[in-house]
């Protein structure tokens, strides 16, 4: 498994812009299929967004699509996410995740995931 580590998050108002960063420890990085994830209070951790292990391809959430973008450098083992146009609804603790050789390039659900980070707080004001 690779080690997680996310950096990034913080405090900004509505309409702003955070990038969020993902550090991975481990050779096989470029062999996972890597997502974000963030689980809000009171609510069901879910899928934000998810690249494939070369980058080639991406899928969003509809609730983010136009306004967060994934993104990975495997010289640099770090995945990234852009968010853009942010929404005090987009408040959450936001993790990465690190999916190795699935069937499916890009899994949406939490259980094909083996590694995780330990989050990071982004919070929206209003």
């Known amino acids: 498994q690779v080690q997680l580590v996310e950096s990034g998050g913080g405090l900004v108002q509505a309409g702003g812009s955070l990038r969020l960063s993902c550090a991975a420890s481990?050779?096989?990085?470029?062999?996972?299929?890597m997502a974000w994830f963030r689980q809000a209070p009171g609510k069901e951790r879910e899928f934000v967004a998810g690249?494939?292990?070369?980058?080639?391809?991406?899928i969003d959430a509809d609730s983010v699509k136009g306004r967060f973008t994934i993104s990975r450098d495997n010289a640099k083992n770090t995945v990234y996410l852009q968010m853009n146009s942010l929404k005090p609804e987009d408040t959450a603790v936001y993790y990465c995740?690190?999916?190795?050789?699935?069937?499916?390039?890009?899994?949406?659900?939490?259980?094909?995931?083996?590694?995780w980070g330990q989050g990071t707080q982004v919070t929206v004001s209003s």
């Open positions: 995740a690190g999916a190795f050789n699935k069937p499916v390039l890009i899994p949406r659900g939490q259980s094909e995931y083996d590694s």
């Open positions: 481990g050779r096989t990085f470029s062999s996972y299929a």
């Open positions: 690249i494939s292990w070369s980058g080639s391809r991406t």
